[in-house]
Every structure is written in C-alpha cells, then in structure tokens.
C-alpha cells in the first residue's frame, strides 16, 4: 500500500514537472523534451561529472565506515519514478571540501528515520540502506532537502533550463549552476552534548584503570575500585560519534569541556581531563563539592593539544584522585562541549559570570584625531596618546593613532594623560605645557612626570615617574612615555580647559612638534572622606638609608634638613594618593598624630601597644570624652602574619586577648592565605577529626577585619579556569559553607571585610606587579567593590633590598615591583617619594572606588553591580582592554554627574 502511494505521488510530481517544463518551454526553447517517465534502471544515478553512480556506490561514498557488503544486503527497494536528487543530494564532495562533516546525523542503526509530514513520496532510509544525504547544498540552484523529493526551486526568472545530455534522460532538468564550497558545519547543540546513554554508548568508556563504568538509570557510573594508582577512564569520542550518528568535532571546538555530575561522599572533590596523550599542561582541572547534588564541572582545556587537533578522538577523564577512598562513585549524565568560556558558563547555568563586553560604551573624544603642526614640524616625530593604564616597553613605537587627547575627572581628584614621543634618530628634547584653562580663564593644576625604563630580563619596562624638569633624551627608534598629571579642587568649575603639547628640539630650540590635550571636569566633587580604608606599610628605616648623609651632597643647610622629614614628607604624599600608611610618624597620640587621626583621608592607623589602649593613653593625656576616630584604630600583629604554623596561631590568640582585654572595641587584622586544621589551643593538625576549625574559623574567633588575598573569593564553579586556587576546599565548603557566605555572615554583624595585594596570586589574578597588565590596579579595586570589601592593605611600598631602579626583583620568579610601590627621591634630588605607574593606577582605582559608593547612594546597590559587571564579573573573569575600561569610567561619571544634578 505504502508502495503504491508513493508510486502515485511520484507520477503526479513528474506531471506537474511536464507542465512546468513546457511552460518554460514557451519562453525559452529547449534542445531535448522533457520526458515523462524516468527509465528504473538510472532512477537512483547521480549526475557526478557525467558519470552514473548506483545507489549503493553513493552510499558507501557517503559513509565510509560501512561494510560494503552489510550496505548491499540491507538496501531498501527504491520507488519507481523518483525525481532524481539535486546536487546536494549526491553524496559527493566539493572539490576542496574533502573530509567536511554533515550537519545532519545519522540514525542509530536499524532506527527509522521520521517521514517528514506533507513528503509522502520521501524515502524510507535507515543506516545502510538508502543512500545518505548532505543536510547542506553544495551548488547553487534546485537543491533537495534530505528525505525530501519536492520539485526543485525556480531560478529567479521562473525559468527551469533543461540541460542537453547523451545519458539517459532523468526526470528533474539540472539548471547550469556554479559550483559553491560546502558551507563548514556551526558549533550547535546538535554537535557538542553527549548524553545518550544506553547498552552501545557506554562502550565509548574504555581504557579503565581502577575504575569500573556502569549504565544506570542516571547515567553513566564510574567507581573507584581501590588500589595505589591513579584512577581514571577514557571518553572516546569517535566511537561514541559512530554509535549515535554524530559528527566528530575539532579540537578546537573543545577548549571548555562540560560534565553534569555527582558523587558520593568518599569522592575527594577533584575532577581532570587529560589529552589521550598526557604530558606536562596537557590537563585541565577543577574542583566541585561532594553534597551528592548534580552540579556542571567545568574542565578548561585551552593550553593543551587537545584543542589544537584536527579532530576530536578521545580524552581521559581522571574523575577523582587517589585521596578518595574504596567505594567512591561518580555519575555522570551528559558531557557537554564548547569552544569558548561564555558558551559553557551560559550551559552550566552560570550566566551571572558571563562577561559581555557592552560594545555601545565608548569614549568619544572630540581631540582623539585633533592634529596640531608646529611651527618647524618634524615628520620623522611620532606623538601619539594612549590610555593611562597602558603600559609600553621602550621598545615598542607603534602609534595608536591618538594625536590628542581629553582628561576626564571629577573635583577633587586626579587623573593623568599619558602621550608618548618616538623619533626616528636619537633627539633630545624639552617639553612645555600650556596652562589647562577655561573659557574664563581659570586653571587645573598639572606636572609633567616622564616614565623611567627598568631593565627586566633583556627588556625596558616603565614604572617609576619621576617629575620631568629639563631636557630629556630619546634614542632612535625607541618611545618615551609621558604623564600629565592633573589634580582638581573641590571648588573647581565644572567645564572643559584647554592646553597645548609643545615639543622642542633642544639642540635648535625649534618647536617639532605639538598637540591638543584637555580636561573636562564633572560637575560633582569627590568628598576627602575616603570609602575604601588602607594600611601601606613604609619601612622608614629604608626612606633614610637611600640617601646620603653627606651634607656636601644637598645644596643647603634647608635641603638638608629635610632629611629629618622623610617619614612625614612619605606620609602626606600618600595622603595624596588617598592611602593612609600604617604607621603614622611620632605615633598615634602625638600631636601630629591626632592631626593625622582628624584628617578625614585618613582611615587606618596601627596601634602597637597591647598592655594599653590608645584611649587609655589619652585619658592620661587629659582627654575627657572618645574623639569619633577610634574607629580608624586597627591591631596588626606582624608576628602572627600569614599564620601557617602552630606559633603563629598561639600568638595571634594571645595578642587578641590583650586587646580585647584593654579595648573591647578593638578592631583586629590579620593576612590569611591558607586553610589548616586547628585546635582549640592554636596547635596546627593535619586532619579535621582531631581539630576545631579551620584556620578561616579560627581567626574570625579572634579578628574582626578579616583579609584574604582575593582567590579566597573565587566562586566553586569558576575554578576551572587556569591557574585559579581558592582558600577553602570543597570540603571546607559543605562542613562551614563558603567563604563568602561564611564572611558576609560576620560583615552584617558589624566585622569588616579587607582583601591584600602581595607577590602572588597573579593570572588569572590581578596583581599590582611591573609586568602585570596596566589596568589590574583599576580591576582590582572594582572587583573589591563587587564584593563588598571595605579595606586594603599592602605589605610594603618601599622594601628596597636591592638596586630596585635597575633590579626590580625583591623576590625569587617573575615578583617584579612586588613591596615596591615607590621610589627614592635621592636619585632626582627630592624629599619625598617618586610616584610609580603602578601607584598611579591604585589611586585612580581607589577614586573609582569612590564614586561608585557615590552613585550607590544615588541609585542603589543594583545600578552599581550592573555597571561594574561591564568590566568584571568575577575575580577570573575580567576585562583588560585599556579603551573599554576607560569608556566604562567615563559613563561611570556621566551617570553620577546626572545622579547628583537629580
């Protein structure tokens, strides 16, 4: 019956085919009639570059993998007049295209494909029986959709042009169409889940060491069976592919590899994906909890060979590690794959850490392509602008195409503009800034700094900024960076103020080059209150030693006498920076040091006595009632720093109570970077049994500042991503909760939250390091806000152990700059510290940090996160794009300028 429906269908498509031929006939004559009946015997033939091919030719071409004989056994009876099958129906290749996979998969074998509704005269396929069909076409022209014989598509006359042919005539005339290259497959969803999991599927586990795989009704179920080795179990992936009908994936469709799983509470909590050929980074890793929940694992695979194979084969899972114990299980239930990070956050359900660069922020500078000519205009001088946060080696003379540039701030604050000199023969110039003015002749303070070049390796990097007061030289082919650093008051006029870049050749004392630079100022103030609390730490002992104490060497008894001033002259500079050094000069209760307290920049200062409390101390001074700037007192035991060992905890325990015992409002730091187990008397123990907390809960015992560095915010689910590490493990996790939710938990009690910068982590980290990229001074301080962190401290600004101007290192690896945020004024003949690019960016991220709690006040919590999640969403996904970032800056305070006009 089937038959013969089909049978009748076919006739009545090859009569309207007639109909449709001899009306275009009318228009265009033809050479051969069309005929109405296509003889059996070429039914099935291909039109393949004039050859014939048999139906079960094509199908073998289509699917190598079949046994020739199996193909001819199980071929099904093909209908009698068939329209024959456009080019896209062949099963041919495009020249060129060899080897591209289908889009469509092929059935399991022995599965019917489903008769598409309204093409009955479609035919019956299965896997190794009809010939296989390409999902795409690959000619331009009448096409066939797979298990589809509908007519072909008219051409855009209307017209179908039969073609002349000495074979036998077919009932479909093939218009003359030009050969188009088969379109590559997309990455689809189609392609990258494997969860099909029945009696064949599981085959594609094999290779098992120490691990038994099992079918279950939740998935696949690997088992840890004991023993000393490592335990894993291969996913091949072609086989898999074979069994189901998928098509294989590239390697470089597989970066992010996806698992949906659980285990038992013997799993450990760590989970790694090797290539099929392990060796050193050929892996990815994470860690998830043991709750026995389904949770998305995500193996990041971007540095191996893997994803940089031509086809996807297999990989190995190693699924737990041997700190799991004999009966752990693992269920898996789909295994998804993608190539890029957003892709797989979004199928884990993790979209919140999804970074979505908004591409309408932008900048539009009216100056960026302002060219000025000067008077004796050098051609073979570039001057170009870059961001702040862009930092150049000497080596690089690449201009970015700004020629000029306009600074954008608020009152009260600074910013600088960073410009950038590269000639092509040595040169010694001098350079000269107009006054930043306005139309009412009022101006914004400025100095000029050049970037000084410390020898990494081989290399020149920038960091420290020394003022620039004369003539400086610039060898061929190499840059020089410049910063503008502009300062505004808080009475400062909102407008725009104008200057002008003037570039002398100081040999002739011609003007070379010029340029245009501006600064708008907003129309809000930000307050001398500062939000975000700091403790630098100055090693004053090293301020006196870098200079001499030769009194020849300074050009009068007052320039000498200000080597009495260092401490002070290091401590007010900070201010500028709106950081509060740990120690004030002369102590707290000093008279100086009560200014310092009442100074509203000011927002930590240590007190060292544990045996009496700074209050106790100015009662006896004849203090009568609390000053309101108690709050600023922090205790900071150095001894107890870092703790990781068992003295560490005992004194920390102790030094706590004498504070509370002579302070009971006594506000207590101390840098955490590790997790032990600890009893109750501060001894350290290895195992959780003989212990009663962890060292996070050991230390909330006896602080109330807590400060992690910030992997301890990293979320569970994002530490698949290279290189990431977290503070607490998973089984931290489900016996305290994580350590954000442990820390919020005392933060709504009344406890602070601080985070510190130090020589690691570092990438996927950002860090305040030389060779760290420019803008992770400002992420850093956007991801604190982020998170809730109120307070900052860093260990060191001026730890010079060595000649820190030409050796950067105080640490063994890549640590440049680490304890070094500073740098002698001896060298320049000054009294106070020279600024770094590195310090400059803190103090543009701590504004920033700033005028996000203002617009906080204005516009709530979410409006804030909103914005900041432009930039980063997390401590591991972040933005470093120096134009972005300043875009994002800029609409930060547009948006504040407008929240404060209401």
């Not at 929940?293 to 086809?311: G, K």
């Not at 920390?652 to 109750?680: C, F, G, H």
Request: negative net charge; proline residues 6%.
């Amino acid at each position: 019956m089937r038959t013969k429906r089909i049978r009748i269908i076919a006739a009545l498509i090859a009569f309207a085919l007639i109909v449709t031929a001899v009306l275009a006939g009318c228009k265009k004559p033809t050479v051969n009639p069309v005929p109405t009946e296509k003889p059996a015997e070429t039914e099935a033939a291909t039109d393949n570059g004039g050859e014939t091919t048999p139906p079960e030719e094509t199908a073998a071409a289509q699917d190598p993998t079949e046994n020739p004989e199996e193909t001819a056994s199980q071929k099904t009876e093909i209908p009698d007049a068939t329209p024959t099958p456009g080019p896209s129906e062949t099963g041919s290749e495009e020249p060129g295209m060899t080897g591209e996979p289908s889009l469509t998969p092929t059935p399991e074998p022995g599965t019917e494909t489903e008769e598409p509704t309204g093409t009955e005269g479609a035919t019956e396929t299965a896997t190794g029986e009809a010939p296989a069909t390409e999902s795409a076409p690959a000619t331009e022209g009448p096409t066939a959709t797979a298990g589809n014989t509908e007519k072909p598509t008219e051409t855009a006359t209307g017209n179908v042009t039969p073609t002349p042919t000495a074979q036998a005539p077919t009932a479909t005339p093939t218009p003359e169409a030009t050969p188009t290259p088969t379109p590559k497959p997309e990455y689809n969803e189609a392609l990258n889940v494997f969860g099909s999991w029945d009696s064949d599927t599981v085959k594609a586990f094999s290779n098992t060491n120490q691990t038994k795989v099992t079918l279950t009704d939740e998935g696949i179920e690997l088992s840890f069976t004991g023993g000393s080795g490592d335990p894993h179990v291969d996913f091949n992936v072609t086989k898999y592919s074979q069994i189901t009908g998928k098509n294989t994936l590239a390697g470089s469709a597989a970066a992010y590899i996806v698992f949906w799983a659980k285990g038992n509470e013997k799993c450990d909590g760590s989970f790694e994906v090797f290539t099929q050929t392990p060796k050193a980074g050929d892996s990815g890793t994470c860690s998830y909890n043991i709750d026995g929940a389904w949770h998305p694992i995500i193996v990041e695979m971007t540095a191996t060979t893997l994803v940089r194979q031509t086809n996807l084969t297999k990989f190995r899972i190693d699924w737990t590690s041997v700190g799991s114990q004999n009966g752990a299980k693992m269920v898996v239930k789909k295994i998804e794959i993608y190539p890029d990070r957003n892709s797989a956050l979004s199928a884990a359900g993790l979209d919140q850490y999804v970074l979505n660069i908004d591409t309408s922020i932008t900048d539009n500078d009216p100056l960026a392509n302002t060219v000025l000519t000067a008077p004796n205009e050098d051609s073979t001088l570039s001057l170009w602008f870059e961001q702040s946060t862009e930092k150049l080696k000497q080596s690089i003379t690449k201009s970015s195409g700004r020629t000029g540039y306009t600074v954008k701030m608020a009152k009260n604050e600074s910013e600088n503009a960073q410009f950038f000199l590269s000639p092509k023969s040595d040169v010694t110039v001098r350079i000269e800034v107009d006054p930043f003015t306005n139309s009412s002749g009022e101006t914004v303070d400025f100095v000029v700094l050049f970037e000084y070049y410390h020898k990494i390796n081989t290399l020149l990097y920038p960091d420290a900024v020394p003022p620039l007061t004369g003539p400086i030289d610039i060898k061929a082919n190499t840059s020089q960076g410049f910063l503008i650093q502009l300062t505004t008051k808080a009475t400062t006029k909102a407008g725009t103020y104008n200057s002008v870049i003037h570039v002398f050749n100081n040999a002739t004392n011609q003007e070379i080059k010029r340029a245009a630079v501006a600064v708008k100022v907003w129309d809000f103030a930000l307050s001398e209150e500062t939000e975000m609390r700091t403790a630098f730490a100055v090693w004053y002992n090293y301020l006196g030693n870098s200079y001499s104490s030769d009194r020849a060497q300074y050009e009068s008894d007052e320039q000498y006498a200000q080597l009495n001033y260092l401490d002070v002259n290091c401590y007010d500079f900070f201010l500028r920076y709106r950081i509060s050094v740990t120690d004030i000069p002369s102590g707290i209760t000093s008279g100086r040091g009560i200014q310092c307290m009442l100074n509203p920049r000011v927002t930590a200062a240590r007190w060292g006595n544990y045996e009496y409390s700074v209050w106790t101390d100015l009662k006896n001074d004849g203090y009568t009632e609390k000053p309101a700037w108690l709050w600023k007192i922090i205790y900071y035991p150095g001894e107890a720093d870092e703790p990781r060992e068992t003295a560490h905890f005992v004194s920390l325990k102790s030094r706590a109570e004498q504070a509370a015992a002579t302070d009971p409002d006594y506000r207590m730091v101390i840098p955490l970077e590790r997790n032990l187990w600890i009893k109750e008397d501060g001894t350290v123990v290895s195992n959780r049994q003989a212990a009663a907390y962890d060292s996070v809960g050991f230390v909330m015992k006896y602080t109330n500042i807590y400060c992690p560095k910030l992997d301890a915010f990293t979320p569970r689910e994002l530490t698949f991503v290279k290189g990431s590490s977290t503070l607490q493990t998973p089984e931290h996790d489900l016996i305290y909760g994580t350590y954000v939710d442990r820390v919020n938990a005392e933060v709504a009690k009344g406890d602070e939250l601080w985070t510190y910068i130090c020589i690691n982590p570092t990438q996927p980290y950002v860090n305040w390091q030389i060779l760290s990229d420019g803008t992770e001074t400002i992420v850093s301080l956007w991801q604190m806000k982020q998170l809730g962190v109120t307070g900052l401290l860093y260990w060191g600004v001026n730890v010079w152990k060595v000649n820190y101007w030409d050796n950067t290192t105080n640490w063994p690896g890549p640590a440049q700059g680490d304890g070094n945020l500073i740098y002698s004024g001896y060298k320049f003949r000054i009294f106070e510290p020279v600024s770094s690019i590195r310090l400059e960016g803190v103090r543009d991220g701590i504004e920033d940090y700033q005028m996000l709690c203002m617009l906080e006040k204005k516009l709530g919590t979410e409006a804030v996160q909103n914005l900041i999640s432009k930039i980063t969403t997390s401590v591991v996904t972040y933005t470093n794009d120096d134009d972005y970032i300043h875009a994002v800056r800029v609409r930060l305070g547009d948006m504040l300028e407008q929240a404060m006009r209401g």
